[in-house]
C-alpha cells in the first residue's frame, strides 16, 4: 500500500457520518482482521507498519468493513473506489 498521514485520516472518518460497530462487532471484525493479516503473512504479502496502523486506526473508530475498503479504494485513487 502507500503510506497514510494515519491521524489526518482518523480526523476524516471522525468527521464522516456513519453508524459505527458496536463492541461486540469491533471485537469480531478484530479477529476477522487478524486471520486476514496471517493469510497475508503466509503468502508473503507482509504488510507495512503503517498498514498495521491504518487497520488499527479504522477498528479504533468502529468503521464497519465495508466502509474501510470504500474509504482505503478512494485513498489509492482505484478505479473502483465509491
Known amino acids: 500500500m502507500s503510506h497514510f498521514d494515519i491521524e489526518a485520516i482518523r480526523r476524516q ?5 456513519f453508524v459505527r460497530g458496536t463492541p461486540a462487532e469491533v471485537a469480531m471484525w ?7 493479516r496471517a493469510n497475508l503473512v503466509i ?6 507498519p503503517n498498514d498495521d496502523a491504518f487497520f488499527a486506526m479504522m477498528l479504533d473508530e468502529g468503521v464497519p468493513p ?3 475498503s470504500q474509504i482505503l479504494l478512494r485513498l489509492l485513487d482505484h ?3 465509491d
Do not use: Y
Open 30 to 36: 478484530r479477529e476477522d482482521m487478524a486471520d486476514s
Open 79 to 81: 478505479p473502483d473506489a
Open 43 to 48: 503468502e508473503n504479502m507482509i504488510p507495512t
Open 13 to 17: 472518518v471522525r468527521a464522516m457520518d
Open 66 to 68: 465495508p466502509l474501510v
